[in-house]
């Protein structure tokens, strides 16, 4: 099955960047969709971008002008650049991605999480 490996976590103080990757294996034929979430301790998950495969994104309200998603189809990977963190930006991020291992075979995977921590 496709597997979804983050990187890029860490801790930052407020105001500085991180920039999260999300590197795709297994075999893809194609890539449809693909965003990243992200999970504060005690809150539910929110959608924080997300991006079609014609390059269409979106983002939530709190992190837009900030955040970029963007995507490198040669290496298979998609990332997340944050700019001017902030403590509330803290939360684990998941990347997430939907597309075709083959032209039948449809598959979503999750990326294992990746620790974000913003100080003031």
């Known amino acids: 099955q496709v597997q979804l490996v983050e990187s890029g976590g860490g801790w930052v103080q407020a105001g500085g960047s991180l920039r999260l990757s999300c590197a795709a294996s297994g075999t893809i034929f194609s890539i449809n969709d693909m965003a990243w979430y992200r999970q504060a301790p005690g809150k539910e998950r929110e959608e924080v971008a997300t991006?079609?495969?014609?390059?269409?994104?979106n983002y939530a309200d709190s992190v837009k002008g900030r955040f970029t998603i963007s995507r490198d189809n040669t290496k298979k990977t998609v990332y997340l650049q944050m700019n001017s963190l902030k403590p509330e930006d803290t939360a684990v991020y998941y990347c997430y991605i939907l597309g075709y291992m083959t032209t039948m075979t449809r598959f979503n995977s999750w990326g294992q999480g990746t620790q974000v921590i913003v100080s003031s």
């Open positions: 991006m079609t495969s014609g390059g269409s994104t």
